[in-house]
């Protein structure tokens, strides 16, 4: 068999497609044994919950492009949980997140803080009140 481009035979993917879409003498594609035949029910049994766990993470993916975009300039005002006792600094629960912070005067743990300014990825706080 030559692979040359001037050669008349077909290609081994060609020859694969057409047994794949058409079967062949050897490898008959709908008169096969039944014990080879993928059943209605064992395909749809397979398929339908690929389709929805696929549904489900594309739907979380949306979701989550759709969430406004938070910067440190919008975190200005909020209220956040003392993780740590800050004295002056120490760890912050802040929006599903934590953040290191600095506060202005001692705060206890667990304790409320208002953010008042961020330097780079440290906040700056303040006690609530």
Known sequence: MSSGRGSQ???GFC?????????????????GPPELRIRL?????VSVPFALITMFLVSLALQARRQKVVT???LAG???QARTALAPA????LRGEYWDAVSSAPVEQGGEVRVVAIDGM???VEPKG
């Not at 020859?15 to 008169?31: E, F, I, L, M």
């Not at 029910?41 to 049994?45: E, K, P």
């Not at 120490?90 to 629960?93: I, L, Q």
């Open 9 to 11: 035979e077909p290609s």
């Open 15 to 31: 020859r694969g497609s057409h047994v794949a879409w058409r079967g062949s003498d050897t490898c008959p594609r709908r008169n």
């Open 41 to 45: 029910s064992t395909a749809l049994a």
């Open 72 to 74: 440190g300039g919008a």
């Open 78 to 80: 909020e209220i956040g």
């Open 90 to 93: 120490g760890k912050v629960f």
């Open 122 to 124: 440290k906040l700056r």
